[in-house]
């Protein structure tokens, strides 16, 4: 059974930093492209960064140069770290699996989320 849990929420400081983990199992995985998504009150869910199986990495918008992600294979994690966050950042962040190696704009499997909160 898939299961993705992500941890490092909280509320800061514009200007601050946050790292955000999720913690994956079920599932094979360092042959699966993993993403992380979010998605604030009243507004659609958007695409933040995704990492294929081999590394190779993509942003959302403009927030490459604040976010970068990345994976670690020995402990089936998924890392989002985010700096100089901004207000507009505030947001629900989850993590998601997609079946295939590569990325593309569909993902299967989903986690609960963790909340962030940048206060001005």
């Known amino acids: 059974q898939v299961r993705l849990v992500e941890s490092g929420g909280g509320s800061?400081?514009?200007?601050?930093?946050?790292?955000?983990?999720?913690?994956?199992?079920?599932?094979?995985?360092?042959?699966?492209?993993?993403?992380?998504?979010?998605?604030?009150?009243?507004?659609?869910?958007?695409?933040?960064?995704?990492?294929?199986?081999?590394?190779?990495?993509?942003?959302g918008g403009d927030l490459q140069g604040r976010f970068t992600i990345s994976r670690d294979n020995a402990k089936n994690t998924l890392y989002l770290q985010m700096n100089s966050l901004k207000p507009e950042d505030t947001a629900m962040y989850y993590c998601a699996v997609r079946r295939w190696p590569y990325c593309s704009e569909v993902f299967d499997y989903w986690g609960q989320g963790t909340q962030v909160t940048v206060s001005s």
């Open 12 to 59: 800061v400081q514009a200007g601050e930093s946050l790292r955000l983990s999720c913690a994956a199992s079920g599932f094979t995985y360092k042959s699966h492209c993993m993403a992380w998504f979010r998605q604030a009150p009243g507004k659609e869910r958007e695409g933040v960064a995704s990492i294929s199986f081999n590394g190779r990495t993509s942003y």
